[in-house]
């Protein structure tokens, strides 16, 4: 296994406040892993400490091999980093910037207008080439963050809140652009977000962070099935149907069922299948049904009982 981040027992205090508090984890080469959690959970601070911004108080980070602390140039030249709120000179060009960070990393001079063209492509700004930063929206200006972001060609991506502020299609846009850079470019990705399905349709394993610690980390189908010890199902009707109720009330099993106009929400326990069952009264009691299936529990769900958990 190759590890693009091994993060081991770091902590950060602000004062007497301790942001981040005895942190570890590991990222495996090629993942996409999610740091989730409220505002003020310690994602930013953890993401400026391994991209070596700020020194940690103490514990250790390594990104792409090198040490934040001992190698902190190298960690800089071997990953691409966009933060919270992407800022730029409003007075220069998309062309200027990019020039400008392209010195910043020691670009060879005579590489730098290769770079700028793919990195700009990649991001859909190529016809912004001239366009004062200054004038752009916000959409495009998390663009650009990908687009210095990507210049120094990295293997390891980190991406604060890549979506915050943006309009829905705006967001829409710059997920599925992450996915795809992900794809062709082979990148690991660490993304921060408090917007849950957001990590779910990128990440593949995610990081619960709640006031500093690391509540939980595993896979979101994992976490799921591991707090859940019941499953809950949702009954849609045409009609009213209250003999219905009353029978499923009977089946063995079945901890809860509660008729809200037209729907049914059943509760069930976790490890016998009532699917079948339950379609089988639904037919008996001559219900006519629209849809049926299981209502999976939120990552919103899954954060307040891990919190709820911590807290108990
Ligand atoms: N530069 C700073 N000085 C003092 N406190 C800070 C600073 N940066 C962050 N904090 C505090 O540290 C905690 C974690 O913040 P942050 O890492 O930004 O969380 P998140 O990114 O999850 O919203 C918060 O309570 C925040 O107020
Ligand atoms: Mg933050």
Redo the contacts with the bound molecule.
Sequence with gaps: MELAVDVQRLCKN??S?R?VDNVSFRVEKGTSFGLL?L????????FKMMVSLIRPDSGTALVAGYDVVKEPMKVRTHIGYVAENPAFYPRMTTLETLHYICKLLNVPVNEAPQRIDSVLEMVGLMDKKNAYVGGYSRGMRHRLGLAQALLSEPKVLFLDEPTLGLDPLGAKNMRELIVRLRQENELTVLM?SHVLPEVESICDVVGI?DH?HLVAMDTIANLRSILSDSMNLELLLAKPNDKLVQALRLIPGVNQVEANGLRMDINTVKNIELRPLIMQEALNNNAQVIAFGLKESSLEDILLRLVQNELA
């Design positions: 602000y004062g406040l942001a959690g505002n003020g959970a310690g994602k930013t601070t953890t921060s962070f500093g």
